[in-house]
């Protein structure tokens, strides 16, 4: 299958009928296909196939096999870090394909795409560069002082990596990058609307020669998924999505201990104060609620700003998320594109009828955006007059949908931030680094930046409530595939 597009790189891909389980690429066992959908211009772009649940047992079983008595799990860090070198290494001709496949599936820009599926290359890089300075082995002296005990981090087994559609390569990259590492083997399970990146990935590890069953990859709905959640073939699922669904997938795993990390939902809290740079803190916040049309997890979805700089705030945000170019995500001169599918518009549209249902004032956007007519295209949308207790300020949207609620004072901004059910991500602007300190230790969220929205991998990202469980990048995204043995001698 290949995917041409004007001045665009092919998207080759030599196995979208099949799944690869083993080391092999197969055939889906009843036959199943799955249609993927631009989201500019609404029609079909590729169809891969659809695992049943005899699929995704194969895939279990295969990456089973490989961890009980394959040479993965056995071989040194070292060993291992060289083969993921060198899966990195057969991905890197591969990203031009990867990057437009983002933009193909869900409308990503192209001038972003590069950036942010780089990302995802970086995650085999680091982890591999990890192996030699990560705490694999640690003797300690027993505190009887009768002995000595050894503590070792192991493979935590068989792995089921399930992305979202959203940033498909990059997270499932940041799933399967430590999981290698740490010595366990990988069933891929991508979303149903973006599986063409996992398919890249699962030719990578073809070519890169790595052992059977070390990687798998089958694509399923949902009543497949499921199983692969449930399967006593699995010891820890790594999920990134919603809360629903991780709300089933913990349960699933409770009931048979399995490990789990989960990634889940956002409302983040930008926290404005009075000593803030009110120009630099209104461009940062246009440009994030309208980074991939606000389909991000930790996107800074809900203003809380102080009264004495209230009105500046909302104007200079007003002027700023109406300056943002919606279009073509393939036009160098857009800055955002469409909503990812149909359905993410209609919630979109949704929320903004509540929110005018709930009595917050609409002061920018709230319709399709004019003269697109193809596309899942919307407009960014500006509400005030939001209060704590309104579905707005509450429940993720997952659209270019940001929302002002207004505060007092510091400590009740503080209050306000932490009135939500989720805790993943946050952010403080005012002029003090100090000042930023000592707000950021009392909202209760996992990643908190000033005056900015930024990110590092090398540091831990996860969240508090119902954002989560688990956390991933850095020394705590390895260890979150291990388990700790301790050797007592």
């Known amino acids: 299958m290949t995917l041409d597009a004007p001045d665009a790189p092919s998207i080759v891909i030599e196995h979208p009928d099949q799944h690869y389980i083993g080391g092999t690429w197969v055939a889906p066992r009843d ?115 009768q002995g000595s005990a050894r503590i070792v981090r192991e493979p935590a087994g068989v792995v089921a990596a399930i992305a979202p559609w959203n940033n498909p390569f990059g997270i499932m990259a940041g799933k399967v990058a430590p999981a290698l590492m740490a010595g366990c083997t990988v069933v891929m399970k991508p979303a149903p609307e973006t599986p063409l990146e996992a398919y890249i990935l699962a030719e990578a590890a073809d070519a890169a020669g790595l052992p059977d069953g070390v990687i798998n990859l ?27 669904a991780g709300r089933t997938i913990g349960m699933a795993c409770a009931e048979r201990f399995a490990r789990c990390t989960l990634e889940l939902g956002g409302k983040s809290a930008a926290i404005v104060l009075e000593d803030a740079d ?85 002061v920018l956007g709230g319709t399709r955006t004019a003269g697109l007519d193809r596309g899942w295209y919307f407009d960014p949308t500006l509400f005030i007059g939001v209060t704590s207790d309104m579905r707005l300020a509450r429940e993720e949207i997952f659209g270019p949908v940001q929302v ?57 990202f996860g969240g508090f409530k119902h954002s989560g469980i688990g956390r991933e990048g850095g020394d705590a995204g390895q260890s979150s595939f291990t388990e700790t043995k301790s050797i007592i001698f």
């Open 31 to 145: 036959g199943g296909r799955i249609s993927v959908v631009s989201a500019h211009s609404e029609e079909e772009i590729a169809v891969v196939a659809d695992a049943s649940v005899a699929d995704v047992e194969h895939a279990a079983q295969a990456a089973r096999t490989a961890f009980d008595h394959g040479p993965w799990p056995r071989m040194s860090p070292e060993e291992r870090a060289g083969h993921v070198r060198r899966l990195s290494e057969a991905l890197a001709p591969r990203m031009p394909e990867i990057a437009q496949a983002w933009v193909d599936q869900i409308g990503a820009l192209a001038t972003a795409a590069p950036f942010v599926t780089g990302g995802g290359k970086f995650w085999f890089d680091y982890y591999a560069d990890l192996a030699s300075r990560f705490d694999w082995i640690r003797d300690v002296s027993r505190f009887d002082g």
């Open 218 to 244: 089958v694509c399923a709905g949902r009543e497949a998924s499921e199983r692969l959640v449930r399967s006593s073939l699995i010891d820890k699922v790594s999920f990134t999505g919603s809360v629903a």
């Open 278 to 362: 009110i120009a630099h803190a209104a461009r940062v916040l246009a440009s994030v609620i309208t980074l991939s049309a606000g389909q991000v997890c930790a996107t800074l979805s809900r203003v809380v700003v102080v009264d004495a700089v209230h009105d500046r705030l909302v104007e200079a945000l007003a002027a700023e998320m109406a300056a943002v170019r919606v279009g073509d995500p393939s036009d160098p001169s857009s800055q955002m594109g469409p909503l990812a599918m149909q359905r993410q518009r209609n919630r979109v549209e949704e929320f903004v009828a509540i929110g005018q249902a709930e009595g917050a004032r609409l």
């Open 404 to 460: 002002v609620l207004r505060a007092r004072d510091e400590a009740e901004a503080i209050r306000l931030a932490n009135d939500s059910d989720f805790g993943l991500y946050g952010a403080v602007f005012c002029a003090d680094p100090e000042r930023a300190y000592t707000v950021a230790r009392q909202v209760r969220t996992g990643t908190i930046a000033h005056n900015g929205f930024l990110f590092d991998p090398s540091l831990p």
